[in-house]
């Protein structure tokens, strides 16, 4: 089901459910904040998804790019053909709404874990 489709399932008009579908999957958020920093081609960005498989990553590219927050580029003039992904201004404009949901995140897992027990890596758009 597409992100627009999510904003009626209550039986009304609901913008929270299109925007938790649109982040809803195992490697879309760390997708979204690898493509953050800059375009990736789809070998790259596989390479830094340790534990991400080729059909995974091209299920979550494939819905991030149906619901309009990225864009897959081809180039025909390279062999073997050259496709890169990239946000789009959809795609950037959930960038304030994804650091501030990390940064929550973050302060919420303080909370719950004891000091020193983990590691907590927060997302940083440098």
């Not at 489709?5 to 009304?12: V, Y």
């Not at 579908?21 to 390479?47: A, N, P, Q, V």
């Not at 991030?64 to 864009?71: A, K, N, Q, S, Y």
């Amino acid at each position: 089901m597409k992100a627009s489709e999510m904003s009626r399932r209550h039986g009304e008009l609901c913008p929270l459910d299109t925007t938790l579908k649109i982040l809803d999957g195992k490697w879309k958020s760390i997708i979204l904040c690898r493509l953050m920093k800059h375009d990736f081609r789809y070998t790259e960005l596989l390479r830094t998804l340790p534990g991400c498989t080729r059909r995974m990553l091209s299920l979550q590219l494939l819905q991030l790019e149906t619901d309009r927050i990225i864009i897959k580029q081809t180039d025909t003039s390279y062999v073997p053909v050259k496709t890169s992904y990239r946000l789009t201004s959809a795609g950037r404009s959930l960038v304030p709404i994804i650091l501030a949901m990390n940064k929550w995140g973050a302060a919420y897992l303080k909370r719950l874990i004891p000091v020193g027990e983990s590691e907590i890596s927060e997302v940083r758009n440098d």
